[in-house]
């Protein structure tokens, strides 16, 4: 089971929530499932980010407190969405749920290895995913980082009317294509090493080009996160025969690096969740190779080679295609890099939330009561005004940009927006 709880949650900075709080629920759990309670107390809290509730003595309450001022609040999904629910709840403020990477399939995977017996672990997915279902059901919009996350979220029950995909952008769409190929047909693959990126079949595959072209090579980036798969990978090149053409060169310095010493990138996983480094090796003008699983075929399209995971002779027949064909691969390589600069570049990522929010502040009125004029004192609702007016420094920004005649027209128009206090506000 989990480590047992701390005396005093003062001292943990894990624990961001009043102590009477954390105490009251922790006294009403006996010492079997306290360390269940931890958990929850720990994976519900903990992950809300800044600036919901920027104290670490603040509570879920306080927090929901902070975002009814919120125009409407952008978060990512999992635990970080229960501030959002509860301002949802209590003052109806709209949110937005991002997920590059669902966190509810990530938690999936993580509990295959969690310290916990399966009772538990029931129980945790359980309360994850009951929270991601609700927080589907109340987002005002969903943006999934990919059309593959979007079908798991459809899944979960997120409405595909509230969801629009924004993929992720990254600068590296500015970053210059790659130099000139290396002298030798080299094959680049990156990644982590572990089962689920299948470097075996990568071993295997080079295998069969290897006995096609005698004077090809396998480049392999990447660090080993399962402890002996380095050396299972290694064993396995030696009994392939294949150990002087392949160098397991370990991280690099950085990936344009990686995608420059290779011919084709080449992508052997069993599943691919997201799409940045797949993009990445797109942007390098580099043909890029890749088994057809999750976001391969709606990040490559036409653009690239796509064949079956687990089948080495269809990606070693894929790779010798491209390897054997100058022309083709040049050409694919112009195509994906192209492609990628459009797809995840970082103003279309701006102008699409921008859209987004904008359309959910022209949703709500400027007052509670929809008249908007309301009570002398009363506190008006947000989106009195666009956005475009704060960011231009609001009223003492608006109020130094006026022209001498302008400012005199607004000054005979005051009497009339005196009578009413919500005039202005709905008027703009």
Known sequence: MAEPLRTDPADDPLVPMPYGV???IRERAGERIAPLVDRLLRSSLALT???VGESAGESVGESAGALEDAPAAGLLG??????ALVARHLHGVPFVVTEHGLHLREQYLGYREAPYRWPVRALLLAFFRALTEETYRQAAILTPGSAHDQQWQRRCGADPARTRVVYEGTPAVTRPAAGPEPAAPTLTWAGALEPGRDTELMLHAFARVRAELPDARLVVHGEETRPGYLAHCTAL???LGITAAVDFAGRPGSLAEAWE???VAVFSALAQ???RLLADAMLSGRAVVSTDVGVAREVVGPTGLLVPPRDPSALAGACLA???DEERRSRLGVAGRLRAQERFAVEPVIGAFREIYLELVSQFPAFPDGGG???PGERPRPFARPAEFWLRGGADGAASRRTPDEAADADEGDDGAQERPGALAEAV
């Open 22 to 24: 954390y105490t009251a």
């Open 49 to 51: 980010p800044a600036p």
């Open 78 to 83: 999992g635990p970080a969405a229960l501030p």
């Open 237 to 239: 090149a030696e009994r």
């Open 261 to 263: 010493s290779g011919t």
């Open 273 to 275: 969740r997201r799409p």
């Open 322 to 324: 491209l390897l054997r």
């Open 373 to 375: 004029g309301g009570a």
